[in-house]
């Protein structure tokens, strides 16, 4: 994959950062976007200024260039300046890893249209609108590979996580009819669905439930395998295989890393 050019959403920490290392490691050029700041919903931390400035340094010292970019995947304007300005210094655009996303709790009949709507606006209408400024791109150039971070709640239902389940549902139909639509263009599609992954979104749910991290973890998954979680390397693992042209093959399907908690 050496000089090829990834786009990761959610760059600055956890899945998006440890996939941007990960991909680096192997030669790929980086550009990512990040909203780098709070934001109102769910209430705990996003990735920071200082996590974009140190990852910089990161790939710097695997020398790669990279062009990572501030801003919010629901704005779509700042999402097109992010792409156009990633096309400009690095040239193109040939995987895109749309990771960003939030998850939290609470019953869906207790819900705010507020919660409802940012948690869809996030990680489902983001992910069609960074797709929609990438995907031009790689039809132009009549390749590419599109990587969407759905879950193993896009496999089933999940009480107090409605409208999360809901948004990856969807990223789920929307991976698929891309794959359709964009298979004349040599373009794959796949979405990847981690079980519970060790990252800092996952304490920040713990802290909104107070309860430590493994203990959420241990209580939404129930992993077939011993362990309360997946590492955010085993998420960037999976990215730089259905990447390559080892999974050259692998198209509208769904990547399952879930520690075999879908098989109970």
Request: one cysteine or more.
């Amino acid at each position: 994959m050496n000089d090829r050019v990834a786009f990761i959403t959610g760059i600055a920490h956890g899945q998006g950062r440890a996939t941007a290392l990960a991909l680096a490691a192997e030669g790929v050029h980086i550009a990512g976007l990040d909203v780098a700041g709070p934001i109102a919903y769910p209430g705990y931390g996003m990735g920071t200024a200082d996590e974009l400035r140190s990852l910089e340094d990161e790939l710097a010292a695997l020398g790669v260039r990279h062009a990572l970019f501030t801003g919010d995947i629901r704005v779509a304007g700042e999402v097109r300046t992010a792409v156009q300005g990633a096309v400009e210094r690095l040239g193109s655009i040939d995987i895109l890893f749309n990771n960003a996303g939030i998850c939290a709790y609470g019953l869906s009949h207790e819900l705010t249209e507020e919660a409802w709507d940012a948690m869809i606006d996030i990680n489902l209408k983001g992910t069609w609108i960074t797709g929609r400024e990438v995907i031009p791109v790689m039809i132009a150039q009549r390749r590419g590979v599109i990587l969407n971070n759905a879950s193993i709640a896009a496999n089933r239902g999940m009480a107090r996580l409605s409208h999360y389940v809901a948004s990856k549902w969807g990223v789920v139909g929307l991976t698929k009819s891309w794959a359709i639509e964009l298979a004349p263009y040599g373009i794959r599609v796949v979405s990847i669905h981690p079980t519970g992954v060790n990252t800092p979104m996952n304490d920040g749910l713990a802290a909104m439930e107070g309860k430590t991290p493994k203990e959420v973890a241990e209580a939404s998954a129930g992993n077939l395998l011993p362990v309360p979680w997946v590492e955010p390397e085993d998420v960037a693992n999976a990215v730089v295989f259905l990447a390559s042209e080892k999974a050259r093959y692998v198209t509208g399907s769904e990547f399952i890393l879930d520690a075999g908690l879908l098989t109970r």
